[in-house]
C-alpha cells in the first residue's frame, strides 16, 4: 500500500476522484435548493392564485357570493392538503375548513393546530391571508410537503 501512495498516476487518479466526488456532491446539493426553490415559488403562486379567484367573488359587495366560494373552495379538498378560511372584522369564521383564520397580513407558515384543525397531525401550511373588503378577510392555505 506504501508504494501505490508513492506512484504518481495513483496520487493524481485519487485526488481526480475527489474533485469529482466532491463536485457531484455540491452541485447536487445546489440541485437540490434551486428545485425546492422553485416548487416553492410555484406553491406561492398557486395560493395567490386560488386567493385573486375567491376574492373575486365579492365583485359587488356580494358577501353571500363570497361565502359560496369559500365553501365551494373547501369542499373540494382531499384530507386538509388545502384549507380556506373567511373571517369577519371581529375574527368570526364565516366560511371554511378552518376554525380560526390568523390575523395576519400576508405570508406566514403555521402549524395545523393553530388554525383549529384537530390535531398536529396536518404538520404545517403555507397562509396567504388578506382583506377582501368591508372588513373581511379571506386565507388561502396550502399544506407544506
Known sequence: MNRLLVSTPFRVALILGAAFLIAFVVADVVAFALI???LDRRAD??????FKVISGAYGDSDQIDLVDSVRSHAASTLDHDKIYGLADAAGTVLAGNVKTVPAIDGWATLAGRSLGLPSDQYGDYRVFVGVVGAGLTAAALAKCP
Open 36 to 38: 425546492q426553490q422553485e
Open 45 to 50: 403562486q398557486t395560493i395567490v392564485d386560488t
